[in-house]
């Protein structure tokens, strides 16, 4: 019987299962980082229906019911600022044209026109970032897209 062969064969097996039950593992790891990526962006678009909602009661009421939207900002800059999976630039971004929303008094002079734009606009940065985050946005995907465009 040749040791060396037995002994080699032997690590072999194991540094091959070891290397497989570690590669399923990360693997494992970066589906469920990426749902949990998904979810947080689906909470974040959830907030600004919320939102969006509340500012169209408050036009369609005759300006009652300021609270709701308020309330409802309030929960959307919460949800900004506990993100776990999401934290980069693109959250900053969001911030800022939330705050930007919340720090209006909501006129009822104001349009509601106005009101829906701004949180189209939030709309819109979060499902770009999310795109990208998610690597839905990548090259190849866009330029399809444009070329569907052109035709």
Known sequence: MNWGNLSSGLLGGVIGAVLATLGAWLIERALWARDNRKQEWRQLLDAVSEVESAIASFWSTGGTGSERVKDSLKALIGALNDRLFIADRDVVKLRGAVEAIRDEDLPLDVDAVWARQRCGEVRRIITDAARRNLGLGSPIH????RRQ???
């Open 142 to 145: 866009l330029s399809w897209k």
């Open 149 to 151: 465009k052109s035709l």
